[in-house]
C-alpha cells in the first residue's frame, strides 16, 4: 500500500514563501494498492494536483475508476471537487463514500457548492463521468477492490467526523483528521479503530497552548495526537492538518516536540512524521 499526501492543512489553504516545505492545500490524501486500486480520502485543494497526476494515466482517457471516501463536508475537505480534473473526463467511474445520514443528503451536500452563484459547471452531473454516491452508516462497511474499509463516528465540534480504517495488503491505515476527543482522550471504540495501524494519520491543528486558547472548534493538539498513536500502539504517527497560520518551522518544531513525547513515554518504536505535501509513504 501507498500512501501520498496531496493536501495536509486544515481550513482553508495557505500558500506562501512559510509553507513550502509542508504546503500549503487543504486535506488530501491518496492510497494506491498493490493491485492498481485507487482510493482517495477527503477533497481538499489538493485533490487538484491528485487530478493532474492521475490524467497522465488511465484517467486521462475515461479508463480510470477510484473510490472517494469523504470524511464531512467542512469546506477544507470537499472544495477540491470541482476542481479535479478526472472528473471531466467521460468514461471514468468514481465512487463518492460520505457519512450522511443517506445518499441523496450526501448528493445534495455535493451539489450546493457546484450551484451556478458558486461555480460555472452548475452541477457535478455536467462534469462527464460517472459518479456514484454512497452513504456509509456509522462503523459501517464498504470495499474497494480488496480493501476492507470502515468508517467509524468521532466527535468534531457541533458535528461529527468519519475515522476511515483501510486494510489491505496485509496493512493497515487509519486516517482521523478534525477530531476533538471529550476530557480523557479517545474512547475505547475509536481506539479500537486506531489499534496496531502501520499509519495512523492523525488530526494535529494546534500546538496544546494554542488549542487551549482557540474557541473550541474540535480539533486536535499534538498531545491528543500522541496520546492516540501511544494508547493505540500504532507503528507509524503522521501529524495532518495544520493551523493555517503555521509556518513550516511551526511544523518542524510540532514534530520535534511529539518525538520528545513517545521517548517520554517509553513509545520509541512509534516512529512520528509531519504529513507533507507530496511526500509518498509505503506501508
Ligand atoms: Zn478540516
Given at each position: 500500500?501507498e500512501?501520498?499526501?496531496?493536501?495536509?492543512?486544515?481550513?482553508?489553504?495557505?500558500?506562501?514563501?512559510?509553507?513550502?516545505?509542508?504546503?500549503?492545500?487543504?486535506?488530501?490524501?491518496?492510497?494506491?494498492?498493490?493491485?492498481?486500486?485507487?482510493?482517495?480520502?477527503?477533497?481538499?485543494?489538493?485533490?487538484r494536483?491528485?487530478?493532474?497526476?492521475?490524467?497522465?494515466?488511465?484517467?486521462?482517457?475515461?479508463?480510470?475508476?477510484?473510490?472517494?471516501?469523504?470524511?464531512h463536508?467542512?469546506?477544507?475537505h470537499?472544495?477540491?471537487?470541482?476542481?479535479?480534473?478526472?472528473?471531466?473526463v467521460?468514461?471514468?467511474?468514481?465512487?463518492?463514500?460520505?457519512?450522511?445520514?443517506?445518499?441523496?443528503?450526501?448528493?445534495?451536500?455535493?451539489?450546493?457548492?457546484?450551484?451556478?452563484?458558486?461555480?460555472?459547471?452548475?452541477?457535478?452531473?455536467?462534469?462527464?463521468?460517472?459518479?456514484?454516491?454512497?452513504?456509509?452508516?456509522?462503523?459501517?462497511?464498504?470495499?474497494?477492490?480488496?480493501?476492507?474499509?470502515?468508517?467509524?463516528?468521532?466527535?468534531?465540534?457541533?458535528?461529527?467526523?468519519?475515522?476511515?480504517?483501510?486494510?489491505?495488503?496485509?496493512?493497515?491505515?487509519?486516517?482521523?483528521?478534525?477530531?476533538?476527543?471529550?476530557?480523557?482522550?479517545?474512547?475505547e471504540?475509536?481506539?479500537?479503530?486506531?489499534?496496531?495501524?502501520?499509519?495512523?494519520?492523525?488530526?494535529?491543528?494546534f500546538?496544546?497552548?494554542?488549542?487551549?486558547?482557540?474557541?473550541?472548534?474540535?480539533?486536535?493538539?499534538?498531545?491528543?495526537?500522541v496520546?492516540?498513536?501511544?494508547?493505540?500502539?500504532?507503528?507509524?504517527?503522521?501529524l495532518?492538518?495544520?493551523?493555517?497560520?503555521?509556518?513550516?518551522?511551526?511544523?518542524?518544531?510540532?514534530?520535534?516536540?511529539?518525538?520528545?513525547?513517545?521517548?517520554?513515554?517509553?513509545?520509541?518504536?512509534?516512529?512520528?512524521?509531519?504529513?507533507?505535501?507530496?511526500?509518498?509513504?509505503?506501508?
Amino acid at each position: 500500500m501507498e500512501v501520498t499526501f496531496w493536501g495536509v492543512r486544515g481550513s482553508i489553504p495557505s500558500p506562501g514563501p512559510a509553507t513550502v516545505r509542508y504546503g500549503g492545500n487543504t486535506s488530501c490524501v491518496s492510497v494506491r494498492l498493490t493491485d492498481g486500486e485507487i482510493i482517495v480520502i477527503d477533497c481538499g485543494t489538493g485533490v487538484r494536483n491528485l487530478g493532474i497526476s492521475l490524467l497522465g494515466k488511465g484517467f486521462g482517457k475515461g479508463k480510470g475508476s477510484a473510490t472517494l471516501l469523504l470524511s464531512h463536508a467542512h469546506w477544507d475537505h470537499i472544495q477540491g471537487f470541482p476542481f479535479f480534473g478526472p472528473f471531466y473526463v467521460p468514461g471514468n467511474r468514481f465512487t463518492i463514500v460520505g457519512g450522511s445520514r443517506n445518499s441523496e443528503f450526501l448528493e445534495r451536500v455535493l451539489e450546493q457548492q457546484m450551484a451556478a452563484q458558486f461555480h460555472p459547471v452548475q452541477s457535478y452531473r455536467n462534469m462527464g463521468a460517472q459518479i456514484e454516491m454512497r452513504a456509509i452508516s456509522d462503523d459501517g462497511e464498504v470495499r474497494a477492490g480488496v480493501a476492507r474499509i470502515t468508517a467509524h463516528p468521532n466527535q468534531h465540534g457541533p458535528t461529527q467526523v468519519l475515522a476511515y480504517r483501510i486494510e489491505a495488503d496485509g496493512k493497515a491505515l487509519v486516517y482521523a483528521s478534525d477530531v476533538g476527543y471529550e476530557k480523557g482522550g479517545p474512547s475505547e471504540e475509536t481506539l479500537a479503530v486506531y489499534r496496531g495501524a502501520d499509519l495512523l494519520i492523525h488530526d494535529c491543528t494546534f500546538t496544546p497552548e494554542d488549542k487551549a486558547q482557540r474557541m473550541s472548534r474540535g480539533l486536535s493538539s499534538l498531545d491528543d495526537a500522541v496520546e492516540a498513536a501511544v494508547r493505540a500502539g500504532v507503528k507509524r504517527l503522521a501529524l495532518f492538518h495544520y493551523d493555517q497560520d503555521y509556518s513550516d518551522h511551526d511544523v518542524d518544531a510540532l514534530v520535534a516536540r511529539g518525538r520528545r513525547q513517545l521517548d517520554e513515554r517509553g513509545a520509541k518504536d512509534i516512529e512520528i512524521l509531519g504529513a507533507a505535501e507530496g511526500v509518498t509513504l509505503a506501508l
